[in-house]
């Protein structure tokens, strides 16, 4: 018997590590794979259980479930997100802005005549409202004396020194946790479905680069943006792109469609916006033979963050909000759809 | 004792099956992940075994080894291929161009006027040293009238229609045939390492998303190339994106190190070329402040391919030449370093 036991005491330590192998190894599989009979995690725990929600839900659902006739393959599972007002907060004005008048005071010392010279008198004095009256040319100006003249990398350099170290008027909280934790979770969603997340905004695509991967997970080359024109010379030995004064595209409005061609090169299937300036991207996003999903973020949350829409000069939601309501796109309201605005928070 | 045994039966057999999910499981994960002891099956069969094989397959390693000094994260691992002469062939004449001048051939019906003006007369004459008489001008002149004008989407349904049937003038071939087997390993040799592996060429980008993915394994938002302008506009009630006659960007040359930041965002730290166009792609490359390697592709081959370099006016190369072998960078000779050319010969 003792033997006959030994033998049934091992043969059931070889069945019990070899159980437990498997359960190591299968159970995981089993849970993250198969749709469970219970309620599984929330995969959008700041989002409120409202229309908006299920709407990206189920078509995430039909678009990523083999057999599904709006069946997309994970390669052609492009969504694409505006940034300013859509991933981060863009008031009083837009974030890269508030950059370029703070660089505007940094580099005054090395330009005496910008004491007497427009756009800069009125920045060095603090008259926005001034600058605001000089329209796109003053604030072109601005950028062209901020955001050119040196290396690409340099830029990088003196981008990333500023959002490691400035802070909002108001809120006084870094720049880089003004976004939004509903579109953290958004973003994490969609590329566990599959999706490639990319941000397609009218800021500048390397000042972006400078914090996306950081802040949101996107990582550089996925990242399409306004652009100055490069120039590739030679310094102190060294190939380097300088950074030139003038504009090569502006990623905004109809632009926003030309830079989705130019840099990804195929049509998305989710669009994100939040301003007439996304309304191009949100049209071509949907005109596809395909499924495709627009979702407009409405600023409603005066308490939170900020309410705006069809006044504001800064992310103006007017004839897009319009065409939602027409078209039956998704209009995400701030104040009612999202239970907190930042992280941590 | 019966029922000892049917106990010690049912264990066993309990026992056994967890063993074989266990085995099924674990073992090809061992066997995916650790290094072997016996000889690994060689990822670049085509490459004979030369020194420019064993300096790639070194610098593979040192990159993707953790622990190393020139360890690169993956995220960071990109490498950039030119495509003509270095992914495919191009001679007589670039492939694309060929397409161009079928293109001012089926258009003509539409275009009497063509027959007495130059560069078309030319054109449907034959007589392609005129053409090539007629310099840069004539060539544009053929690009503009056969690539600009449609929208995105019929374009690429032209130049896929034209890819998939065309055939090489003295090959015989479909074009998409003529790509080169030892680079369809090294690419998926490079992709099984963590790189993210681009096209970076002259070419124009949307005539090579037409065919990248199929041939290459390389989807169209990996793809850098030459672009005309694009203009946003309804055409019947739907958004489209109509190609203007205007380049927008020409990728070749110092134009190469532009187009990299533009799409990708960050520099490489493998090119591939093999051509002075891809001189400023190679530098660029390997002046970063980590590893970075330059290969070129020489035609050395006149018997499985052609022969050509320094003289050559498609795919001149001459100063990268001598560069490379300033720089040390490796010089791929076709003849004595590829087994094979084409696949399947």
């Given at each position: 018997m003792r033997s006959i036991s030994t033998r049934l005491s091992s043969a059931l330590f070889i069945g019990f590590v070899g159980l437990l192998l498997a359960a190591h190894l299968v159970l995981p599989l089993a849970v993250a794979e198969a749709p469970q009979a219970a309620a599984p995690p929330?995969?959008?725990?700041?989002?409120?259980?409202?229309q908006s929600k299920q709407a990206i839900i189920a078509f995430v659902n039909r678009t990523t479930?083999?057999?599904?006739?709006?069946f997309v393959p994970p390669g052609e599972r492009i969504a694409v997100f505006d940034n300013d007002?859509?991933?981060w907060a863009e008031q009083p004005a837009y974030f890269q802005l508030i950059f370029a008048i703070d660089r505007v005071k940094a580099l005054a010392p090395q330009h005496p005549?910008?004491?007497?010279?427009e756009p800069f008198k009125s920045v060095l004095g603090g008259d926005l409202k001034a600058l605001a009256a000089q329209g796109q040319s003053g604030i072109a100006q601005i950028i062209a004396a901020t955001h050119s003249g040196m290396t690409t990398d340099e830029f990088n350099a003196i981008a990333s020194q500023w959002l490691a170290t400035a802070h909002h008027?108001?809120?006084?909280?870094?720049?880089?946790?003004?976004?939004?934790q509903p579109q953290l979770e958004l973003l994490a969603y969609l590329r566990e479905n599959g999706f490639t997340t990319y941000i397609v905004s009218g800021g500048g695509v390397e000042f972006m680069r400078a914090f996306a991967e950081q802040?949101?997970?996107?990582?550089?080359?996925?990242v399409v943006g306004s652009r100055v024109k490069y120039k590739f010379e030679t310094r102190d030995g060294k190939p380097v792109l300088v950074r030139l004064?003038?504009?090569?595209?502006?990623?905004?409005?109809?632009g926003k469609p030309v830079g989705i061609q130019q840099q990804i090169g195929r049509r998305p299937i989710i669009a994100v916006g939040n301003s007439d300036g996304d309304l191009q991207m949100l049209q071509w996003t949907t005109a596809g033979d395909g499924p495709g999903l627009a979702i407009i973020v409405h600023h409603t949350d005066a308490d939170r963050e900020y309410a705006y829409d069809r006044?504001?000069?800064?992310?103006k939601l007017d004839k897009a909000l319009d065409e939602a309501t027409q078209r039956g796109w998704i209009v995400v309201d701030m104040k009612d759809d999202w239970s907190a605005i930042y992280p941590n928070n």
């Open positions: 929330d995969p959008l725990p700041s989002w409120n259980q409202s479930t083999e057999g599904s006739p709006d007002g859509t991933l005549e910008w004491q007497q010279q008027p108001t809120t006084n909280m870094p720049y880089t946790q003004m976004i939004y802040a949101y997970g996107i990582p550089p080359e996925q004064p003038s504009i090569d595209h502006l990623d905004d409005g109809p006044e504001s000069h800064i992310g």
